[in-house]
């Protein structure tokens, strides 16, 4: 007995590095080339050097004929669930390259869910509602997040360190190619210009209407 608690209270010591303890917070905006909030924008941070990553399990749902959410970020490895939430049929499909599949959606039976094992961007669309799409950006690193309708993006219990930074958007005008972020302190923010498309718009289901579906 008193030999285990020696060994649990050893493993704390050891697992409570000055990095960890000093783990921060770093909250991002992001803002388009008008200065407005940018929402649905990934940010991924990548560790420098060897980084472990935890797979995750997430859902896109096919809600009111529109894909939700409309931009997912997940670490590789992991799996996305596609409920259908509508009466209607889908029939989500991939052509990227990162992954390509289709799955006949019906409300009352659920399907399997997808797994991501590449590393890059997933368009989803419908074979039944071409309007429908959607994007699933798969990254290295499990420090990804999609930007909220302010424009930000939040984490906490950051290790400090430096990160390499990539920022995405499905509008974007250019690739962004990266660029070095240093986290040294206990709050951390930092704002991140992408010059997108204006003139796109998120897809939206018709107007409900006979013979809309
Ligand atoms: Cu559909």
Not at 56 to 69: E, G, H, M, N, S
Not at 122 to 127: F, H, I, P, S
Not at 168 to 181: D, I, K, N, S
Request: charged letters at 15%; glycine letters at 6%.
């Amino acid at each position: 007995m008193k030999l285990a608690l020696h060994s649990t209270l050893l493993i704390a010591a050891v697992l409570l590095t000055p990095d960890q303890a000093n783990a921060g917070s770093l909250t991002i905006s992001i803002v388009n080339q008008q200065q407005q909030p940018l929402a649905d924008a990934v940010v991924e941070l990548r560790a420098v050097g060897q980084q472990v990553v935890t797979p995750q399990r997430i859902r896109v749902a096919q809600q009111q004929l529109t894909f939700i959410p409309f931009v997912s970020a997940i670490p590789v490895g992991s799996e996305v669930e596609f409920p259908n939430l509508d009466k209607t049929r889908h029939h989500v499909y991939s052509f990227s390259p990162a992954r390509q599949f289709e799955i006949q959606l019906y409300a009352d039976k659920p399907e399997a869910p997808i797994r991501f094992d590449t590393v890059g961007i997933v368009a989803l669309g419908c074979n039944i509602h071409d309007y429908m799409q959607a994007y699933i950006y798969v990254g290295e690193s499990d420090l990804v997040a999609v930007s909220d309708t302010d424009g930000q993006l939040h984490w906490s219990g950051l290790a400090p360190g430096q990160y390499q930074l990539y920022l995405w958007h499905p509008w974007q005008l250019e690739p962004h190619p990266g660029q070095p972020l240093k986290v040294s302190m206990p709050v951390q923010t930092a704002t991140l210009r992408l010059a997108i498309d204006l003139t796109q718009q998120k897809p939206q289901a018709p107007q409900r209407g006979f013979g809309s579906r």
